[in-house]
């Protein structure tokens, strides 16, 4: 049974950084894919970053340089490092993973992801 449980959503200025975590405790595939999507009030779920087992990594071109993903296999943790956070930043942000490869080009479209956490707020004033 696969599980996502996001963590490190919260409150924060302009300008400021958070460190998003999901937890994939029973998510276990040699070949992976796993990502960080958002959606704010009366928007489309959008496309943050994304990687693969193969340390492939597609990003939204909007925050390609302000986040960054990473992942700790050894914990099963996937991470999104956020810096320089702004107003537009604020949304419900939730990690994803599929079941195995997804193509370079289809990294960012949620159709590929079958498995979702429920979500962290974030709230940047």
């Known amino acids: 049974h696969v599980q996502l449980v996001e963590s490190g959503g919260g409150s924060v200025q302009a300008g400021g950084s958070l460190r998003l975590s999901c937890a994939a405790p029973g998510y276990r595939y040699d070949t992976y894919c796993m990502g960080w999507f958002r959606q704010a009030p009366g928007k489309a779920r959008e496309g943050i970053a994304v990687?693969?087992?193969?340390?492939?990594?597609a990003y939204a071109e909007s925050m390609k340089d302000r986040f960054t993903i990473s992942v700790d296999n050894a914990k099963n943790t996937l991470y999104l490092q956020m810096n320089s956070l702004k107003p537009e930043d604020t949304a419900m942000y939730y990690c994803?993973?599929?079941?195995?490869?997804?193509?370079?080009?289809?990294?960012?479209?949620?159709?590929?992801?079958?498995?979702w956490g429920r979500g962290t707020q974030v709230t940047v004033s």
């Open positions: 990687i693969d087992s193969d340390g492939d990594t």
């Open positions: 994803a993973a599929a079941a195995g490869y997804v193509p370079i080009s289809l990294m960012l479209a949620s159709v590929p992801f079958g498995f």
